[in-house]
C-alpha cells in the first residue's frame, strides 16, 4: 500500500504549493523525534506485553490467554469502567494508545504513523505535535467510550490518535501526493491528492460504522472522532499561518502516504 511520493500541497500564506514543497523537502525521517519516539514506545510496550508470545514467563494455553486478557483489562479502555473515580481508569485513554491487540494491529498503526507523522509534526512543532496526538487520541478513546459506556470490552490502539494525525495532514497539506494500491483496480499503484484519498477514507469510515457493527476489534467511531479533532485542531492553530521558514532551509525527503485500512 505504501509507495514514496512527492510533497506538493498548500500553504496557509496563499502560497499555493510552494511552502509545503520547501516543507516536504525540509522533513527527513531523522527530523521527527516525537514521531520515532513515539513509534518505538508502541513497539516496546508490546514486544514487552503476553500479546507478541515472546516471553516463555507467561505460559501458553489458557495461561497465556489469561493473561492477555489481564493485560487489556489493566491498560486498555473499558467504557463501563471509565467513569469510574479511580484513578487507573481515568488514565486509561492514554495508555491504551500504546497497546495494541496484534503484531498486524501494531505494524499497520505504526506504519501509518511513520508515513503521516514526520510532516504534520514538523508543522505543528515536536511539543504541540505531542501534546496533540496524546490529547486527540485520549478523546477518540474516551468518545467511544461514553457511546458505548456500558460496554466491558476493552478498547486498545493508537488507531485514534493516528486518525487525528490524518485529519491534520488533510488540512495543512491538501494537495500532497498520496500514492496508494487500490483492490478493486488491480493494485496498480496510483497517486491522488490528500484531499481526494483521506475523505474517501473517512467514508468508508463511515459507511462501516454505519452497518451497525465494529467489526473484528476496529472501533470505526473512535477513528471518525480523531479524524474529526485532528482537523479541526489543525485549523484552529495553522489557519492563516505560514508554514515555519526556518525548516525550509534542510534537505529531506517527504514520506510516501497511504490511507489506512
Known amino acids: 500500500m505504501i509507495d514514496r511520493g512527492s510533497?506538493?500541497?498548500?500553504?496557509?500564506?496563499?502560497?499555493?504549493?510552494?511552502?509545503?514543497?520547501?516543507?516536504?523537502?525540509a522533513v527527513p525521517h531523522s527530523g521527527a523525534p516525537v514521531t520515532h519516539g513515539l513509534i518505538a514506545l508502541c513497539c516496546l510496550a508490546?514486544?514487552?506485553s503476553p500479546i507478541a508470545g515472546l516471553y516463555p514467563?507467561?505460559?501458553?494455553?489458557?495461561?497465556?490467554?489469561?493473561?492477555?486478557e489481564s493485560f487489556f483489562a489493566r491498560w486498555g479502555v473499558v467504557p463501563a469502567e471509565l467513569f469510574a473515580p479511580t484513578a487507573r481508569a481515568l488514565a486509561t485513554p492514554v495508555t491504551a494508545l500504546f497497546v495494541h491487540g496484534s503484531w498486524l494491529h501494531l505494524l499497520g498503526n505504526m506504519l501509518f504513523l511513520y508515513v503521516f507523522g514526520a510532516m504534520t509534526e514538523a508543522r505543528l512543532g515536536r511539543l504541540h505535535f505531542?501534546?496533540?496526538?496524546?490529547?486527540?487520541?485520549?478523546?477518540?478513546?474516551?468518545?467511544?467510550?461514553?457511546a458505548h459506556s456500558g460496554s466491558g470490552q476493552p478498547l486498545?490502539?493508537?488507531?485514534?490518535?493516528?486518525s487525528a494525525v490524518l485529519g491534520a495532514f488533510l488540512y495543512l497539506f491538501p494537495r500532497a501526493r498520496v500514492t496508494s494500491l487500490f483492490p478493486f483496480l488491480l493494485f496498480l499503484p496510483l497517486?491522488?491528492?490528500a484531499w481526494v484519498v483521506l475523505p474517501f477514507w473517512v467514508t468508508l469510515q463511515w459507511l462501516a460504522l454505519g452497518r451497525g457493527g465494529q467489526g473484528p476489534g476496529v472501533a470505526y467511531l473512535a477513528h471518525l472522532i480523531g479524524?474529526?479533532?485532528?482537523?479541526?485542531?489543525?485549523?484552529?492553530?495553522?489557519?492563516?499561518r505560514p508554514a515555519p521558514e526556518a525548516e525550509a532551509g534542510a534537505k529531506g525527503r517527504l514520506p510516501g502516504t497511504a490511507p489506512l485500512e
Open 227 to 240: 479524524f474529526s479533532v485532528g482537523f479541526a485542531y489543525a485549523w484552529l492553530r495553522c489557519h492563516g
Open 46 to 48: 508490546f514486544l514487552c
Open 7 to 25: 510533497g506538493r500541497g498548500d500553504t496557509d500564506d496563499g502560497g499555493r504549493g510552494r511552502g509545503v514543497s520547501r516543507l516536504g523537502r
Open 130 to 146: 505531542l501534546g496533540f496526538y496524546l490529547g486527540s487520541g485520549a478523546l477518540a478513546l474516551f468518545g467511544y467510550a461514553l
Open 156 to 162: 486498545v490502539g493508537a488507531s485514534g490518535a493516528i
Open 191 to 193: 497517486r491522488f491528492p
Open 57 to 68: 514467563g507467561y505460559g501458553t494455553g489458557e495461561r497465556l490467554a489469561t493473561a492477555q
